[in-house]
């Protein structure tokens, strides 16, 4: 199989070259991002309709700036972000406020009860109820459209805001809330969510990362925190339901709050968490979400003290687009789940297999044999960066990034700008498991995406 790696044209270095005297500055800004109630919600392979807010979902941005170099990072409640939102928002964005739309990865943080706005399920869905009802009851309101606008005024408000800033960064530590879900039998195979208690199980068959990456913004001229970009591997599906809810990064930031005080802006970018998520299988009970949340931001606040002060802030970007191939499968086969999928809004016969039909159709988006995988890498200082990567990525790769990082702290943030579904190991692709009938790319994907990554990380700290 070819894996089509990124060419010189395809990477962009901005802002190689900063003056001394420049300084960094950053700012931050929040919006309101909940639809109204009666809206589909995300997450599983069934309608579900919100009927009110548990919290609300909120789009949070943060803007650097130093010399001639600007960027943005903007974190949303969301289960996936419409790679179409996405450009739209950079384009505007790079039109309004002059921040190059290269320079900026829009992420979401994979709240599993945020709105279904896009994707197979939902044109499935609303083809159904436009059969039934001539319109759409669910979408009176143009959420796109409406989120569009939401992150295009949250990064201008953030730009407006920028002030000269510090930096310390460093490393929680957390192991009582993630676990591994894909799990090795004795015949070989692997299974996900089954449970180290089944009979056949041999153990976890990957690891976890425990690590917390922190990144504190402090006010030069006010001399106080401001914002702190927190990154974590766990999966957002820990509340359930049909309220929306930005799930445990909301404590999170109620915890940092109290500590900081009010005016703080938490910014939650989700781990590499394709095969991780809440449920200790040989436990009771399961984490509910305020618990996994405290436990997070104590983990957090207990390193606080600890956080390393980074003495030269040097902004850059690095972006690259890869193509990767796709998964194919024959007309009749692309045929049968297209038909298969009329039954995910029946009442009475289910699909027989949801996953796989699912991931067929929605297979379909890509016309072409491949599809592309945005990388951005941002540099802040001579040891501190920021990597986004599309998709749910297995734990194995951000660990791998990061190991191979040359800059003292790393954060991967994955889901950014695209949702491609699962990008899994080799390894995982010969194992099977749920992750695996869910992916739409082809083995080796996943392994040129994480390549390109730690060369742009290299390329970034060896640049003036």
């Known amino acids: 199989m070819k894996i089509l790696l990124p060419t010189t044209a395809l990477l962009c270095l901005l802002g190689s070259s900063l003056a001394l005297a420049a300084p960094f500055r950053a700012g931050t800004a929040t919006v309101d991002i909940t639809p109204p109630v009666g809206y589909r919600m995300s997450g599983y392979f069934h309608e579900r309709l919100s009927k009110g807010t548990k919290d609300p979902l909120l789009a949070k941005a943060i803007v650097f700036s130093q010399g001639d170099v600007t960027a943005a990072l903007v974190c949303c409640d969301l289960v996936g972000i419409d790679p179409k939102v996405a450009q739209a928002c950079r384009n505007e964005i790079a039109g309004k406020f002059g921040i190059a739309a290269e320079n900026v990865s829009v992420a979401a943080t994979h709240s599993h009860t945020g709105p279904q706005y896009w994707g197979a399920l939902r044109d499935q869905f609303h083809k159904a109820a436009v059969a039934t009802y001539g319109s759409d009851p669910q979408e009176e309101f143009d959420y796109p459209a409406f989120l569009i606008k939401q992150l295009v005024s949250v990064v201008g408000t953030a ?10 960064t460093g490393y929680g530590h957390e192991t009582r809330v993630a676990f591994n879900r894909r799990f090795l039998m004795r015949d070989g195979r692997v299974k ?15 690891p976890i990362d425990p690590e917390i990456g922190l990144i504190r913004f402090d006010s030069v001229a006010g001399r106080k925190p401001v914002a702190m970009i927190s990154n974590y591997a766990l999966h957002l599906d820990t509340v359930g339901g049909q309220l929306f809810s930005a799930d445990f990064p909301f404590f999170i930031q109620q915890a940092l709050t109290k500590e900081y005080g009010e005016g703080f802006t938490s910014l939650f970018g989700i781990g590499t968490c394709g095969d991780i998520n809440h449920v200790d299988t040989e436990a009771k009970q399961r984490n509910k979400t305020e618990a996994i949340g405290e436990m997070i931001s104590e983990s957090i606040i207990k390193v606080l003290p600890d956080l390393k002060a980074s003495a030269d802030p040097s902004l850059a970007v690095r972006r690259a687009v890869i193509q990767v191939p796709v998964q194919k499968y024959a007309a009749e086969e692309v045929a049968a789940a297209e038909k298969e999928m009329e039954k995910f809004s029946a009442k009475d016969t289910p699909p027989t297999d949801p996953v796989l039909t699912y991931k067929i159709v929605a297979l379909q988006a890509y016309k072409e044999a491949t599809m592309p995988l945005e990388i951005h890498a941002f540099r802040l200082s001579r040891d501190v960066a920021i990597v986004t990567l599309p998709g749910e990525v297995f734990v194995e790769f951000g660990l791998d990034i990061k190991a191979s990082s040359p800059f003292e702290t790393t954060l991967v943030i994955e889901l950014a700008n695209a949702a491609p579904g699962y990008l899994p190991t080799k390894k995982a692709f010969v194992e099977g498991g749920y992750e695996t009938v869910n992916s739409r790319i082809a083995p080796g994907g996943g392994e040129a995406m994480v390549e390109t990554a730690i060369g742009l990380l290299r390329e970034l700290h060896e640049a003036e």
């Open 159 to 168: 730009n407006e805001r920028l002030q000269e800033v510090s930096l310390s």
């Open 192 to 206: 996900t969510w089954i449970g180290l208690k089944h009979p056949d199980v041999v153990g976890t068959a990957g």
